[in-house]
């Protein structure tokens, strides 16, 4: 047995795997000479190692480039067949499943509307496993190259030991019902494959770290703005999370002493006053039965004419510029990134406003060093980052394959 703390030669060989999957992913395509420059790796390692990812398809050649003199350089990149990626968004009136190749390319989608349901937790679910079923029918993939599925929820999660394959995850989402739900057991009395659930703004976050606006910045926030109001804190690159993974519910931090009341109960909350829900009760000018996206596009529309509706768009913005300060003066950022659906929405007409509010409320010298910026993945960057939840393991892992969880009892 290796001594505790010690690395072993198989705990060296996927660190290496891992650097050098990470680089590919993120930077390729690169060369070998290249991959040394930017790892440290000696090349033996390179050479060995990028022997090993090739032979096992996680691995491709990706064309040459001209050398200084001497043979062209074999450019290597992530095979993006060599594995599938499942991403859930279990969103404020729809249940999202998505279906990527490695490098998030969408293959296949499916949406179930919870207009009828709500956040029943059996229709969740049901959704979910439906959804999967759909997309793995409709690309005809084997089941066996889906490297995970991520889902996106709303409120906080437990994790669980997981040693348990994701039967101990748990969420807690006051704002829609949820008390202490066990989603990874009911997830799995439907599904072997690999499972991983985290916060919606969570997911959000780290999409647009890796791959949108939060990109070249150790240190941000990217907020979630969509019926209710969410945020992800990233603090030296990763997510902090606090003592129970909560983090991060900016949209209950308080306003107004005794203010609105809130989804989650509470009075005064920012989310009573910034998210869509709240927007369109406050507005009162809705189209009848239209759906929340319509109506906040009805909303802005109407400012252009109507001095109550341009009025309620100003404040917004104030209420959000006060909001974003909190965030600057507690968390010194160097940017902020406004994402989710309904942020999209009314970010490029409050932006501005946004920003002239921010600087207003916050501490001069810190808001100074921040930027205030729209998220750049669009309504569905919550899908993509549940897909990053599996994709995070494989490369943490150096490319190894996950476990299936066992005793699934239907299988999809």
């Not at 891992?18 to 000696?42: A, D, H, I, N």
């Not at 072997?192 to 890796?210: C, H, I, S």
């Not at 406004?338 to 946004?354: E, F, S």
Request: proline residues 5%.
């Amino acid at each position: 047995m290796a001594e505790r703390g010690k690395q072993t030669v198989r705990d060296l060989r996927r660190g290496s795997r891992s650097v050098l999957l990470r680089k590919l992913y993120f930077e390729g395509p690169l060369s070998r000479q290249e991959l040394g420059q930017s790892t440290g790796l000696s090349a033996g390692s390179i050479s060995n190692v990028v022997g090993e990812l090739i032979a096992d398809g996680l691995v491709e050649e990706a064309g040459s480039v001209e050398s200084d003199g001497g043979r062209p350089r074999i450019l290597l990149r992530v095979a993006a067949g060599h594995g599938h990626l499942v991403g859930v968004d279990v969103g404020e009136t729809q249940v999202r499943v998505a279906l990527f190749d490695l490098t998030l390319t969408e293959l296949a989608a499916s949406d179930h509307p919870l207009s009828d349901s709500g956040h029943d937790v059996d229709h969740v679910v049901e959704s979910i496993l439906t959804g999967l079923t759909e997309v793995l029918a409709a690309t005809g993939i084997d089941r066996g190259s889906v490297l995970g599925v991520g889902v996106g929820v709303p409120g906080i999660v437990e994790q669980g030991d997981p040693a348990e394959n994701g039967y101990g995850i748990v969420v807690h989402g006051q704002t829609i019902g949820w008390d202490a739900v066990p989603l990874g057991r009911l997830l799995r009395a439907g599904t072997d494959l690999p499972l991983y659930v985290d916060n919606g703004a969570k997911t959000l976050g780290r999409a647009e770290m890796w791959f949108g606006a939060g990109q070249g910045v150790d240190n941000a926030v990217v907020a979630l703005i969509g019926s209710g109001v969410g945020a992800c804190v990233i603090a030296d690159g990763a997510p902090f999370r606090g003592a129970t993974s909560s983090a991060g519910e900016w949209g209950h931090t308080k306003l107004q002493i005794g203010g609105r009341l809130c989804r989650c109960g509470a009075r005064g909350c920012l989310e009573a006053y910034v998210g869509a829900e709240a927007l369109l009760e406050r507005w009162g000018g809705a189209p009848p039965g239209s759906s929340e996206k319509a109506g906040i596009a009805a909303l802005l529309s109407a400012a252009d004419e109507d001095p109550a509706a341009a009025e309620l768009l100003r404040e917004t913005a104030e209420y959000l510029g006060a909001g974003i300060a909190d965030l600057i003066n507690l968390f010194n950022p160097e940017r902020i990134v406004i994402g989710g659906w309904a942020g999209l929405l009314i970010g490029p007409r409050l932006l501005p406003a946004v920003r002239e509010a921010a600087a207003a409320y916050a501490l001069r010298f810190p808001c100074a060093q921040t930027s205030i910026e729209l998220g750049r993945l669009g309504p569905d960057a919550v899908t993509v980052g549940a897909a990053t939840l599996p994709l995070a393991r494989f490369l943490d892992s150096g490319g190894e394959a996950p476990e299936r969880a066992p005793e699934a009892r239907a299988i999809r």
